[in-house]
């Protein structure tokens, strides 16, 4: 009989509960702090990045030199699969109704990319109803503390044109609606807000409760409003206006695509360095087959997700005790994987690859010491020391600071959400992109890439699993089972089935068939 269940707070339970956790601190662990609450020494054991756990995986990988023949089918762009953009309609076309049932705000929270989710089903329940859609209202991100809105992070006057015949949208409430406002709806019960939209509503759900409010008041208020509509059972005019919004309305402002493109065009064409022409002779054919181009690498390995897998990192008993002391007071002992082994963990492929292990998959494919990697990350749990390991395997490893000046990032300092975005753009036009672990962004960019058609590596979690628990394989071994097990995990088209999410599968509800 299952006691316990997976349980996640808010955005704004967890980022309470996290200050409260740095709070008391001192008082759960008296003996690591000194008078004053001052941290000893052994406190700081935690940051410490733990010695490589595959020391012989490793070894291996830093002397073994990939061949031209793998370099270039590791480098190879994928072929047609058959599915392409569905054409779109005359831009004279319209199929925007003549008039309006009322306006229709939706407040959304969580990362940008639950956002971007969030803004796609907005237009969509507006279409539905026949609504005009103010422009989603962003919530403060509680867990980055970015209070960005619509307008600093996507190109408003091009989402309206690309819209322009599909739903009414405006920028701001009229006058006569000026009062219904976030801080409005924060005060009080309001007849006008709808806050009872069960996940993945059908369209009849809005035409039922949500339609009756909008024509008594002339306006009605969702929220919360993330994942409140079907993925199933929809009308193919909503599935594709859905797919319209999210790959071609949603732009990002021109200076984050801007910042983008300089972090793109270093990429690849960085300085050219110093060689010694006898020694580099014989890489030459190696080396030009990755000139030019870059692998993005999503490296999703922040604290909250290392304590929440409650998986064994290899950072000591340091390390174990403060993730499960977070884990305590963040989830109060609500997270059911705590109850298992780490190695029954791992044998169901629910632990988050480390830094070391991606970099040995990535080795294993065939990606060698000169491959550019661009590391799109908001926060690596360990710091620095914790990719250490990964530096070594991949020395031309880049990320936002070590390609631009602090003047040049001005805009996007400590903004997650913009910071984000400008990592999602470089993802897009990089040559090859990898996520160590499931999530928004893995989900939205596997997306984007697979209806773009572009190679996208999708690790899988429980091969590689068992793959690194076996202590006595050899790098042979290894490297073959890895490239046997991902032959069908580099971005080929997976047709969408019921109850998955159009943001994750593209087709068939965003592709034709050619």
Not at 14 to 25: K, V
Not at 67 to 74: A, F, W, Y
Not at 116 to 134: E, F, Q, R, S, Y
Request: glycine content about 6%; charged content about 20%; aromatic content about 10%.
């Amino acid at each position: 009989m299952k006691l316990y269940r997976d349980y996640s707070p808010n955005h704004s339970q967890r980022a309470a509960l996290a200050a409260l956790f740095l709070l008391l601190f001192p008082t759960f662990f008296p003996s690591l702090f000194g008078p004053l609450g001052r941290a000893s020494p052994s406190i700081f054991s935690e940051w410490n990045a733990p010695k490589p756990r595959h020391v012989h995986l490793l070894e291996a990988a830093l002397s073994t030199q990939s061949s031209v023949e793998q370099q270039i089918k590791v480098w190879a762009p994928l072929g047609n699969q058959g599915w392409k953009h569905c054409p779109d309609e005359p831009k004279s076309a319209s199929s925007r109704p003549i008039g309006s049932n009322g306006y229709i705000q939706v407040f959304l929270d969580g990362g940008l990319n639950q956002q971007k989710m969030g803004i796609c089903d907005a237009v969509a329940v507006a279409k539905i109803l026949n609504a005009t859609l103010v422009l989603p209202h962003l919530e403060v991100n509680p867990v980055w503390q970015d209070s960005s809105s619509f307008e600093e992070i996507f190109d408003v006057d091009h989402f309206l044109d690309v819209l322009r015949n599909e739903v009414s949208i405006v920028k701001e409430l009229p006058s006569e609606f000026s009062w219904s406002s976030r801080e409005y709806y924060a005060t009080g019960i309001r007849a006008t807000r709808i806050k009872t939209a069960p996940v993945h509503a059908p369209a009849e759900w809005y035409l039922e409760n949500v339609l009756p409010t909008m024509q008594s008041y002339g306006i009605a208020a969702i929220s919360p409003f993330s994942h409140r509509l079907t993925f199933d059972n929809l009308p193919e005019s909503i599935q594709r206006l859905r797919c319209k919004v999210n790959f071609q309305a949603l732009a990002f402002v021109p200076h984050i695509r801007e910042l983008g493109e300089t972090l793109v065009n270093r990429l690849r064409n960085p300085p050219i360095r110093n060689q010694n022409t006898d020694s580099q002779e014989g890489r030459n054919d190696l080396d030009k087959q990755g000139a030019g181009k870059f692998v993005v690498l999503h490296l999703r390995f922040d604290k909250d997700m290392a304590a929440h897998s409650a998986c064994d990192f290899g950072g000591g008993k340091a390390e174990k005790l403060a993730l499960a002391k977070y884990r305590q007071v963040i989830w109060q002992g609500r997270v059911l994987k705590s109850q298992f082994t780490d190695e029954e963990l791992r044998i169901q492929g629910r632990c988050p690859l480390t830094p070391e292990e991606i970099g040995l998959l990535l080795a294993a494919l065939g990606f060698n010491n000169s491959t550019r990697l661009y590391l799109a990350s908001h926060k690596v749990y360990g710091g620095e020391a914790r990719i250490s390991t990964l530096r070594r395997l991949f020395p031309l490893m880049e990320d936002k600071k070590s390609l631009t000046s602090a003047e040049e990032r001005a805009m996007v300092e400590g903004r997650a959400s913009l910071s984000a975005a400008v990592d999602y753009y470089v993802s897009m036009q990089s040559d090859i992109f990898i996520s160590a672990s499931p999530g928004n962004m893995h989900n939205a960019l596997v997306c984007h890439r697979a209806y773009m058609n572009l190679k996208t590596i999708r690790p899988s979690m429980t091969l590689l699993s068992k793959l690194f628990l076996n202590k006595s394989m050899q790098w042979s071994e290894f490297q073959h089972a890895v490239l046997d097990g991902h032959k069908n995990r580099q971005g080929q088209i997976r047709l969408r089935k019921e109850k998955q999410s159009i943001y994750t599968y593209p087709a068939p509800d965003c592709m034709c068939q050619t």
